[in-house]
């Protein structure tokens, strides 16, 4: 079954303790992407990735870090998460850019809470 | 920068009744896609319909389609016949193919609930 999993789905933890997210597809797919969501926001893009070893920021990236050593893999890692990063968090990966006929396959989402 | 604009935060509906959810967006792309979303509950992200600029014909999916004006800058939802399982937030997202990040921009979201 082609699907995007994210882990973990829920994560309370306290200020300053490192923790990752992780966003495995097993698709094939060249672009991967985070996103989180936010009441009255909408979902906002953090990072994306357009293939491994290339990663860029989106429109809110202070705080986060991502890294694509492989296809399959994009996780997101706070390196030092604070109270204004609860959130729920989405990854989605695509075929490749152009989006073509293959739209953003997402996960299930990961609701952090920061204490 | 593209934005993404839905005037309707909340909309409520009666069974089998048919309601339309409301999207703007700018931008100064002519080649994009639209695509509108929903998201139950369940907080899964699931696609409802798309829609390739270029092609003057609406889309449609079953109970689903959509007003798209060009011109106007609009793509409006359409959901025939509501079920009870199509309460949900509904969100419309804007992509640029040729924005080189790839990314959708999503509206703020409205929240349908399908009345029995």
């Known amino acids: 079954e082609a699907q995007v999993t994210q882990n973990p789905r829920y994560l309370i933890t306290v200020t300053g303790k490192k923790l990752t997210v992780t966003c495995s597809q097993n698709m094939n797919h060249e672009y991967m992407s985070w996103y989180r969501q936010d009441p009255g926001l909408g979902l906002r893009q953090i990072y994306y990735s357009m293939n491994v070893e290339v990663t860029d920021k989106g429109d809110v990236p202070e705080g986060y870090k991502v890294s694509r050593k492989e296809k399959r893999n994009f996780p997101l890692i706070l390196e030092s998460p604070s109270p204004n990063q609860t959130s729920l968090y989405f990854c989605?990966?695509?075929?490749?850019?152009?989006?073509?006929?293959?739209?953003?396959?997402f996960g299930d989402g990961t609701r952090l809470s920061i204490l | 920068a593209q934005t993404v604009t839905q005037s309707q935060p909340e909309m409520s509906v009666q069974e089998a009744e048919t309601v339309t959810l409301s999207c703007t967006y700018d931008t100064s792309e002519n080649n994009y896609y639209l695509f509108w979303y929903k998201q139950p509950p369940s907080r899964q992200m699931i696609l409802v319909i798309r829609q390739e600029a270029y092609k003057q014909q609406n889309a449609t999916e079953n109970r689903f389609s959509v007003n798209f004006q060009k011109a106007a800058k609009s793509f409006s939802l359409k959901i025939s016949d509501s079920q009870l399982g199509d309460t949900a937030m509904y969100f419309c997202a804007f992509g640029d193919p040729q924005g080189g990040s790839e990314k959708l921009v999503f509206g703020k979201g409205t929240k349908l609930t399908v009345n029995p």
């Open positions: 989605a990966s695509s075929p490749s850019a152009g989006y073509s006929n293959q739209p953003q396959h």
